[in-house]
């Protein structure tokens, strides 16, 4: 199966500007999408397909996309952004999908 | 509103079975395609098993080909997975999510399951 290769922390002062990359080439073909999760909670998408946010996630998540690369950038970070994000692909080998291994995002 | 119940987990020991059950409310659940998504303690997630709305297409992870089954039931708004020969690996909390394009991963996400296979 696929392989999906993210960063596994990253952290951010408040009200500044965060990327977290998700690599892997499936990427290449697919959309990456993104979930947030919260400590003891389920994921939530935030985003998904070329750059589209579920009804309710604000608008300072965003996402991108170049050759095997995907992104998903927090523009002024909050403090309940604090969360680990992992990204998404459909995966190439024919399996619906293939996780990222998460990257925990510290907002300081 | 949108919700998915997740039941049936508990602690079970090497080589036995669980049955998990998802309820599903608040959408047009034939509409649907529902996967199980798991997550160990401490790890990331893991796509685990998926089903199409209709039941005619499903896809297994390698690690729980031929030991896990899923189903579901339509008219009961209900998803299922059979769990056998479980490992001590097989510990996680267990997710039943839901979408209607794989293009994406699933939107819907119930709050989990916590199966634990220990001695």
């Known amino acids: 199966s696929s392989e999906l290769t993210q960063d596994p922390a990253v952290s951010v002062a408040l009200g500044q500007t965060v990327r977290i990359t998700c690599q892997g080439d499936?990427?290449?073909?697919?959309?990456a999408s993104w979930y947030q999760q919260k400590p003891g909670q389920a994921p939530v998408l935030v985003i998904y397909?070329?750059?589209n946010r579920p009804s309710g996630i604000p608008d300072r998540f965003s996402g991108s996309s170049s050759g095997n690369t995907a992104s998903l950038t927090i523009t002024g970070a909050q403090a309940e952004d604090e969360a680990d994000y992992y990204c998404?692909?459909?995966?190439?080998?024919?399996?619906?999908?293939?996780f990222g291994g998460g990257t925990k995002l510290t907002v300081l | 509103q949108v919700q998915l119940v997740e039941s049936g987990g508990g602690l079970v020991k090497p080589g036995g079975s669980l049955r998990l059950s998802c309820a599903a409310s608040g959408f047009t659940f034939s509409d649907y395609y529902m996967s199980w998504i798991r997550q160990a303690p401490g790890k990331g997630l893991e796509w685990v098993s998926y089903i199409s709305s209709s039941g005619s297409t499903i896809y297994y992870a390698d690690s729980v080909k031929g030991r896990f089954t899923i189903s579901r039931d339509n008219a009961k708004n209900s998803l299922y997975l059979q769990m056998n020969s479980l490992r001590a690996e097989d510990t996680a909390v267990y997710y039943c999510a839901s979408g209607v394009d794989t293009a994406m991963g699933p939107l819907y996400w119930g709050q989990g399951t916590l199966v634990t296979v220990s001695s």
């Open positions: 397909g070329k750059n």
């Open positions: 499936s990427l290449r073909s697919y959309y």
């Open positions: 998404n692909s459909r995966d190439s080998s024919g399996n619906p999908w293939v």
